[in-house]
């Protein structure tokens, strides 16, 4: 009998251009975990990605909009499940892992297993997008919370209650930041293990660049801090706008006390200016901060309305 038959479990792959690996993908996770359906959403690829993950036996779907985060949105809003296994379609990941990330989710009643990328090929896992993991991860923890050594994996084990309560705001790569930030948020139960991660197959690209990601995912913290720790974020802003009125304003008064003349009017009024913005700023944020309280509820609503994973229901 296999371990999960009684859980409806979806194994989510967003693809694009990954003819060389999705076949081995399908196969390896149907190996896996039996009693899953795989569902590979094909996003705009220019080769057989979608046929050939149809022939090797998954449910095939589509999004038009570029971008894993669109991709991710859609799968999250068309397939109903308890339980959602996401990995890339590269074949980096070892689908060996899955049954025991969601026997963690199942027997702790979590919303979130992340698989910690464990890797000892250079290649796999290169200095540039561990280095940026790394401080990229480190900036998420001092803000929101550390409870997370690797943000940004790309395997993960979701329970319904976290998927049906997630809103998928990126585009991109950044949607693993939001996906850390949603858990962190809402202060759901989570847990890591270890993960395998090998190189891709030959003959397949990544589709992560480095530079040009790492700026979007860095974009997207600031964003997420603005949007839900608005008074550090004006606060912040305040405090610079605060200083840099009193370094303009230090001359002036030290030559009013000397003499009892202002001479320096149109730095007198630049001075007085910049703090008003400064209190501005402030007052932005403590008014934000009720906004984020406000929508922090209604989203946390949505996540009661949904029972904890391997929960027993009433009557039984």
């Known amino acids: ?69 669109n991709v991710m949105r859609r799968m999250f809003s068309d397939i109903e499940a308890d339980v959602y296994v996401l990995v890339d379609g590269d074949d980096t990941y070892d689908s060996s892992a899955a049954p025991g990330m969601v026997r963690e989710l199942l027997d702790g009643q979590l919303d979130m297993v992340n698989g910690i990328r464990v890797s000892t090929q250079k290649e796999a896992y290169r200095f540039g997008h561990r280095f940026g993991n790394v401080m990229l991860t480190q900036m998420v923890a001092t803000t929101f919370g550390k409870q997370f050594t690797d943000m940004l994996s790309g395997y993960r084990v979701f329970s ?4 049906k309560s997630f809103p998928a705001l990126a585009k991109g790569f950044e949607i693993e930041t939001e996906l850390t930030v949603h858990a962190l948020e809402l202060r759901m139960k989570i847990a890591e293990v270890p993960a395998p991660y090998k190189e891709r197959p030959e003959g397949s690209a990544s589709k992560l660049n480095t530079l040009r990601d790492g700026v979007r995912i860095l974009r997207t913290i600031v964003e997420l801090i603005k949007e839900e720790r608005p008074v550090w974020f004006f606060g912040g802003i305040s405090l610079g706008l605060a200083m840099l009125s009193l370094v303009l304003a230090s001359p002036v008064f030290a030559e009013y006390w000397q003499t009892g003349l202002v001479p320096r009017f149109p730095t007198a009024i630049l001075s007085a200016s910049i703090m008003l913005l400064a209190f501005l700023s402030l007052t932005c944020g403590f008014i934000l901060d009720s906004v984020t309280r406000a929508r922090q509820e209604l989203k946390r609503l949505a996540y009661l309305a949904i029972p904890a994973p391997g929960w027993p229901k009433a009557g039984r």
């Open 160 to 163: 319904r209650r976290f998927v």
């Open 1 to 69: 009998m296999e371990e999960f038959e009684n859980i409806n479990i979806a194994v989510i792959i967003p693809c694009h251009n990954e003819e060389v690996a999705i076949s081995s993908v399908v196969r390896d996770f149907r190996n896996a975990l039996p009693s899953a359906a795989i569902y590979v959403y094909d996003n705009k690829s220019t080769d057989r990605t979608a046929e050939l993950a149809a022939q090797a036996g998954a449910i095939v779907g589509f999004e038009p909009f570029p971008g894993k985060g």
